[in-house]
Nanobody, 124 residues
Framework: QVQLVESGGGLVQAGGSLRLSCAAS????????MGWFRQAPGKEREFVAA????????YYASSVKGRFTASRDNAKNMVYLQMNSLKPEDTAVYYC?????????????????WGQGTQVTVSS
């Protein structure tokens, strides 16, 4: 049984930073790509970032490119999302997810396992 647990969310002022963490268990974590998604109230879940199994490749939504950085530590079964220069429009519940697919990582339908989410609120 795969378990993904996010942490690190909170309330921050615009321009501030947060680092989200996602702890994985019950799976061969290092063999799979990981993604970060977010969902704001009344909106669909949207792609934020993805990172390959090795950490050698990362992909970002245009809205966060240059501000967010995904990374992972396979020895610790952890994946991270460093979020800088936060904006009020970044306010959402953030989810990490695991996928066995090798492409279209922007598509939430490609992910088999999801965490419960962590709230990020950016005040203006």
């Amino acid at each position: 049984q795969v378990q993904l647990v996010e942490s690190g969310g909170g309330l921050v002022q615009a321009g501030g930073s947060l680092r989200l963490s996602c702890a994985a268990s019950g799976h061969t974590f290092s063999s799979y790509a990981m993604g970060w998604f977010r969902q704001a109230p009344g909106k669909e879940r949207e792609f934020v970032a993805a990172i390959s199994w090795s950490g050698g490749s990362t992909y970002y939504a245009s809205s966060v490119k240059g501000r967010f950085t995904a990374s992972r530590d396979n020895a610790k079964n952890m994946v991270y999302l460093q979020m800088n220069s936060l904006k009020p429009e970044d306010t959402a519940v953030y989810y990490c997810a695991l996928t066995g697919y090798g492409s279209r990582w922007y598509d939430p339908g490609r992910y088999e396992h999801w965490g419960q989410g962590t709230q990020v609120t950016v005040s203006s």
